[in-house]
């Protein structure tokens, strides 16, 4: 069987049961100089974010592991959001916007939720495909985690607990 594919699969079983399929250190990469464009037209971009802890979420409506995810997500950026961390849930090319917009205003998502109409940011962090995909990045704009998956939430926040104390 192909490389390829053997992800594909694994990622797919991972996905039915839950479970995360990776998690890892990505050897303090830089996080993309990327410009984000919410659901309302707003801008900002990974450079306006530096000096914050950013927690960035790629995702789908027809995604049933975000969806399940999502309460968490919230739940996290409204406990770390006075310290100094941001979330910016970036809605796959694939999901039709009025499908964000509506589950945005429904879920009353309070945190910046971007549109990747060309799938320019996916390729940006590393071709992300698969979702929830998600990346937690320091002040200094590095990537020091990369979860496949939803991610061990008190793990995430003792991360972001850290990482928050950062200078």
Same mark, same amino acid.
């Given at each position: 069987?192909?490389?390829?594919?053997?992800?594909?699969?694994?990622?797919?079983?991972?996905?039915?049961?839950?479970?995360?399929?990776?998690?890892?250190?990505?050897?303090?990469?830089?996080?993309?100089?990327?410009?984000?464009?919410?659901?309302?037209?707003?801008?900002?971009?990974? /450079? $306006?974010?530096?000096? *914050?802890?950013? +927690?960035?979420? #790629?995702? %789908?409506?027809?995604?049933? @592991?975000?969806? !399940?995810?999502?309460?968490?997500?919230?739940?996290?950026?409204?406990?770390?959001?006075?310290?100094?961390?941001?979330?910016?849930?970036?809605?796959?090319?694939?999901?039709?916007?009025?499908?964000? /917009? $509506?589950?945005?205003? *429904?879920?009353? +998502?309070?945190? #910046?939720? %971007?549109?990747?109409?060309? @799938?320019?940011? !996916?390729?940006?962090?590393?071709?992300?495909?698969?979702?929830?995909?998600?990346?937690?990045?320091?002040?200094?704009?590095?990537?020091?985690?990369?979860?496949?998956?939803?991610?061990?939430?008190?793990?995430?926040?003792?991360?972001?607990?850290?990482?928050?104390?950062?200078?």
């Amino acid at each position: 069987m192909k490389p390829l594919i053997k992800v594909f699969i694994a990622a797919g079983i991972a996905a039915a049961l839950g479970t995360i399929l990776y998690v890892g250190n990505t050897a303090q990469a830089q996080a993309p100089a990327v410009q984000y464009t919410s659901i309302k037209g707003q801008q900002t971009s990974q /450079a $306006a974010l530096k000096g *914050k802890v950013v +927690l960035v979420n #790629f995702w %789908a409506t027809s995604c049933t @592991g975000c969806m !399940a995810e999502m309460p968490k997500l919230i739940e996290t950026h409204k406990k770390y959001a006075s310290q100094g961390f941001e979330t910016v849930a970036v809605a796959m090319s694939y999901d039709p916007p009025n499908y964000v /917009a $509506a589950y945005t205003e *429904k879920a009353q +998502l309070p945190f #910046f939720v %971007a549109l990747d109409v060309d @799938g320019s940011l !996916a390729r940006q962090f590393g071709d992300v495909k698969l979702t929830p995909t998600t990346l937690l990045i320091d002040k200094q704009g590095n990537i020091v985690q990369r979860y496949l998956g939803e991610p061990d939430f008190g793990q995430l926040h003792a991360l972001i607990e850290e990482k928050l104390k950062e200078a």
